[in-house]
Every structure is written in structure tokens, then in C-alpha cells.
């Protein structure tokens, strides 16, 4: 029940093409849904996050869609760019305990020119 | 300042070796992480320290012994490892135990056990 589940694993998009990596989780009691970017050598590094209670969240071209009902929810990159190839990892946490994110297993995205 | 810090970058350590990882922030968050990630793999939970106290052990070995001595500093001593705990070395911090779902993370020490 703790799990969250991500796919792809990998994604290779086009230069100005938009990336799409979904989520799913089980756990009802999630209430904070962040995803991490995180480039080579790098430290994760938090880049949007979104509550059950809205359904859709953008931070310029980063977009987040929640469907609660569905326990998914996804990341959309509008106008992706070849600085955009990372490793991005959802995440679910509840709020109410102390202080874990549970990590989905990662996509590796590239962008292409 | 959003930053935390990690020191060394890089560790090569035989399995007898003593060594520690250092991590420090300076915007005053109270909760303070170790995970360790292998390669294509997320974040895995190793310690949480609220307020300069262990709260959260994954079950992990002691041949990695956590330290707090401060709410800026948090320090890593490792201590006979073995081959496969070659991996890279997080620290994140947050505002708050509470507030462990935004976790801001350092660059990481990549560690070698030869």
C-alpha cells in the first residue's frame, strides 16, 4: 500500500514535444505529491508538487493532473527542451506522519533536438 | 540560502577504513535526512533527525552510525562497509518534520568500497 508506481521508465521526445510520465499510488492517506528533477551527479531537486484537492497544477511549462478518484497523476512538460533530460521522480507523502516521501521508480527522460 | 552541502564529493574507502560523510544547511530547518541511492534507482530513507534527534532508522546496519551534533550539521560515520554499499550519499533537510514532503537535497557523496 505504500507504493508508488511510474512509467515509463524511459521516454526520448522531440525537441518542443511534450513528456508525459504518470504516477499511481494506493495509499489514501497521501496528501502532498511532489515530483523531483534530478540531473547526473546531482542531488534531486524539487521541482512541482500538487494537493488531492486541485486538479491541475502549472508552474510554466511543467504541468501536474490529479485525478483522486483514479489514485493517478501525471506530469506534463509543454515545449521540452534537451536541458530537460533528467531522471524525474514522483513522490506521495502524508503529511500527518513523520516526515517520509515514497519515491516512484523514476523516468529517464531525454530530449532530442 | 537554499543550499545544503555535502562534503567530500567523492570517498574511495577499503572495508576496513573509518570514515564520515558531512552535510550542513543554514536555513534553519529543524528535520535533517540520509538516503542512499544506487544507480537508476530513487532515494532510499536511511535516517530521519528532528530537531537533532533520530526519529526515523530504516533498519540500517550499524556499520553507518548518524550524527547531529547541531540543527546545521549532520554528519554520516561509516565504519567496515562492504562492496555494495558503494553508492551515492544523500542529505536533505526540511523545514520540519512535518513538512517532510518538501525536502530540499544536496549534491550527494558518490562512495567507492574497494
Known amino acids: 500500500q505504500q507504493q508508488v508506481k511510474q512509467s515509463p521508465q524511459s521516454l526520448i521526445v522531440q525537441k518542443g514535444g511534450i513528456s508525459i510520465i504518470n504516477c499511481a499510488y494506493e495509499?489514501?492517506?497521501?496528501?502532498?505529491f511532489p515530483w523531483y528533477q534530478q540531473f547526473p551527479g546531482k542531488g534531486p531537486a524539487l521541482l512541482i508538487a500538487?494537493?488531492?484537492?486541485?486538479s491541475e497544477k502549472k508552474e510554466g511549462r511543467f504541468t501536474i493532473s490529479f485525478n483522486k478518484s483514479a489514485k493517478q497523476f501525471s506530469l506534463h512538460i509543454m515545449d521540452s527542451q534537451p536541458g530537460d533530460s533528467a531522471t524525474y521522480f514522483c513522490?506521495?507523502?502524508?503529511?500527518?506522519?513523520?516526515?517520509?516521501?515514497?519515491f516512484g521508480t523514476g523516468t529517464r527522460l531525454q530530449v532530442t533536438l | 540560502d537554499t543550499e545544503v552541502t555535502q562534503t567530500p564529493k567523492h570517498l574511495v574507502m577499503g572495508m576496513t577504513n573509518k570514515k564520515s560523510l558531512k552535510c550542513e544547511q543554514h536555513?534553519?530547518?529543524?528535520?535533517m535526512y540520509w538516503y542512499k541511492q544506487k544507480a537508476k534507482k530513487p532515494p532510499e530513507l536511511m535516517f530521519v533527525?528532528?530537531?537533532?534527534?533520530?526519529?526515523i532508522n530504516e533498519s540500517v546496519p550499524s556499520r553507518f552510525s548518524p550524527e547531529c551534533p547541531n540543527s546545521s550539521l549532520l554528519n554520516l560515520h561509516l565504519h567496515a562497509l562492504q562492496p555494495e554499499d558503494s553508492a551515492l550519499y544523500l542529505c536533505?533537510?526540511?523545514?520540519?518534520?512535518?513538512?517532510?514532503?518538501?525536502?530540499?537535497f544536496g549534491p550527494g557523496t558518490r562512495l567507492t568500497v574497494t
Open positions: 536533505a533537510s526540511s523545514q520540519a518534520p512535518s513538512q517532510g514532503y518538501e525536502q530540499y
Open positions: 495509499n489514501t492517506a497521501f496528501d502532498y
Open positions: 500538487i494537493r488531492p484537492d486541485v
Open positions: 513522490a506521495a507523502n502524508h503529511t500527518g506522519t513523520a516526515s517520509k516521501l515514497t
Open positions: 536555513m534553519g530547518h529543524r528535520a
Open positions: 533527525y528532528s530537531y537533532e534527534k533520530l526519529s
